[in-house]
């Protein structure tokens, strides 16, 4: 049975996963090693299976602020936000 894709309305984590990525150059798989995420949960985050815990975003975000040129501590409490914003809507998308 192939896994359902979260529904939620706003950005979805997958993109924003995607962007992170991006960003700092990284594959998925150099994303599992630097900070020892599962290929399994990593791949449900890049497809829009699930959202990693609040843990788990502050470790990727962190790694991807290491590579970020400007202000580290703006990147990442920027891009907490856009987690914590995700994360929200998840979950009340979740209650109804």
Known sequence: MKPKKLEYVGIKFSTFYKDLLAQA????????????????????????????SRQTAMRIIETV????????????????AIYESIRKSVDESKSK
Not at 65 to 80: C, L, Q, T, V
Request: glycine share 6%; charged share 25%.
């Open 65 to 80: 602020a290491k590579e970020h040129s400007g202000d580290k501590k703006k990147f990442f409490d920027e891009n907490m």
């Open 25 to 52: 150059g990284y594959s998925q798989a150099d994303m599992q090693v630097l900070t020892g995420i599962s290929k399994v949960s990593s791949s449900r985050y890049y497809n829009d299976i699930t959202i990693p």
